[in-house]
């Protein structure tokens, strides 16, 4: 079946640490998103792509880094810029951004990155 | 600028009560898709429904059925008869005239007590 593969679903960082959350989808999306949850929070966007090698900054990108060397994939780095990374992330992708229809997203499961 | 307004940050309900989640959204577009998402305690955000701004006829899905009004510009999402499996946080998207980039509701938990 296609979908969205999120790793680690847990994952802890140690203050000063740089982690890498992978996102990989096999639905042949062209659009694909990070987003930031803050418990009893809604969705804060960070990075989104619309195609291979390009990705945009979004909301609240710093601290963050990604890279779109393939289609499939999309990580998220979080650095040790980023001074509150305990959240919940949660990769997305979408048919086309520039495309037409309003299929919307489809979401991984999630990864819950805590500092310790 | 596109905004979704979700004024019901939390709903509490006894099983089998009736309840409506409310959605308020600004856009400039006339043609634009609206979402609505569940997300269970589990994490992973499901699609439950998708309205095109020219559709405004009201959809029911088994327990649960949707409200398209654009001259109030809602879209309110109802569960009847609730139950324990509907507790999660909800959230109404809104998409632009290519459909595929979000402006998300800040959602709105539900929780259903027995």
């Known amino acids: 079946d296609g979908g969205i593969t999120q790793s680690p679903k847990y994952l802890f960082r140690k203050e000063g640490q740089n982690v890498t959350l992978s996102c990989e989808q096999n639905?042949?999306?062209?659009?694909m998103y990070w987003y930031r949850q803050d418990p009893g929070q809604g969705l804060r966007l960070i990075y989104y792509?619309?195609?291979?090698?390009?990705?945009q900054k979004g909301d609240i990108a710093e601290g963050y880094s990604v890279s779109r060397e393939k289609k499939e994939s999309f990580p998220l780095t979080v650095t040790s810029a980023q001074k509150n990374p305990t959240a919940f992330y949660l990769c997305?992708?979408?048919?086309?951004?520039?495309?037409?229809?309003?299929?919307?997203?489809?979401f991984g499961s999630g990864t819950r990155l805590t500092v310790v | 600028a596109q905004k979704v307004t979700q004024a019901q940050t939390e709903i509490s309900v006894v099983e089998k009560e009736d309840v409506t989640l409310d959605c308020v959204y600004e856009?400039?577009?006339?043609?634009?898709?609206l979402f609505w998402y569940k997300q269970p305690p589990s994490g992973e955000l499901v699609f439950l429904i998708r309205?095109?701004?020219?559709?405004?006829q009201n959809e029911i899905s088994g327990r649960y059925s949707w409200n398209f009004q654009k001259s109030t510009s809602s879209f309110n999402f109802t569960i009847t008869a609730s139950q324990v499996v509907d507790s999660a946080v909800y959230f109404c998207?809104?998409?632009?005239?290519?459909?595929?980039?979000?402006?998300f509701g800040g959602g709105t938990r539900l929780m259903v007590k027995p």
């Open positions: 997305a992708s979408s048919i086309s951004l520039l495309g037409t229809g309003g299929y919307g997203y489809t």
């Open positions: 639905l042949n999306h062209d659009a």
């Open positions: 792509s619309q195609i291979v090698n390009d990705f």
């Open positions: 856009t400039r577009d006339t043609t634009y898709y």
């Open positions: 309205r095109n701004s020219f559709d405004e």
């Open positions: 998207a809104l998409g632009d005239n290519a459909g595929n980039m979000l402006t």
